[in-house]
């Protein structure tokens, strides 16, 4: 039985290695940033981002209801996938991740220019400038574990049962 072809089910073997989660995670600029409303209901704002140093790196305005939710329940979810990059296939992984809140200059200092240098390269410090608002905050989400992932490029084809060659038969 062939993963895609013949079998679309236990697709374990179709996870993101450390290579393509590299890959997935410079050629991206935004995830979904889920987390838990007040009354439990699960949620999710679309987020621009900077990874480094094996975090992720984001900013909104104190007052959101995802900066609420963070600041009560500092567990997340990240989702982040190949739509809108020039990578093949679809690629997606879910990142669990603590998120700390940082209101400290010396956070906002180093991330600004790095942020605006990565989202607005034509014109960074203009955004810089923008980002730079009085009630805005800065999120640090560090990795627990990848809750769920996915590289269709590991099937053949192109991971819907048919793409380039022939189908195999069954056996």
Known sequence: MAVGID???DLTSLRVDARTQDLLLDAQRECTFAFATKDGWPAGVVMSYLYRDGAFWLTAAAGR?????????P???LVVSNAGTDLPGRRMLAVRGHVAVHTDAETKQWFYPAFAQRHAPGHPEAFRQLLDSPNRVVLE????RIAVSHDSTK???DGR???T???PTRK
């Open 165 to 167: 060659g022939t189908r």
């Open 7 to 9: 079998d679309n089910e």
């Open 155 to 157: 099937m053949p084809g």
């Open 75 to 77: 567990r997340v979810t």
């Open 65 to 73: 209801a995802h900066v609420l939710a963070a600041q009560r329940d």
């Open 141 to 144: 989400v560090r990795p627990v």
């Open 161 to 163: 049962g048919g793409g």
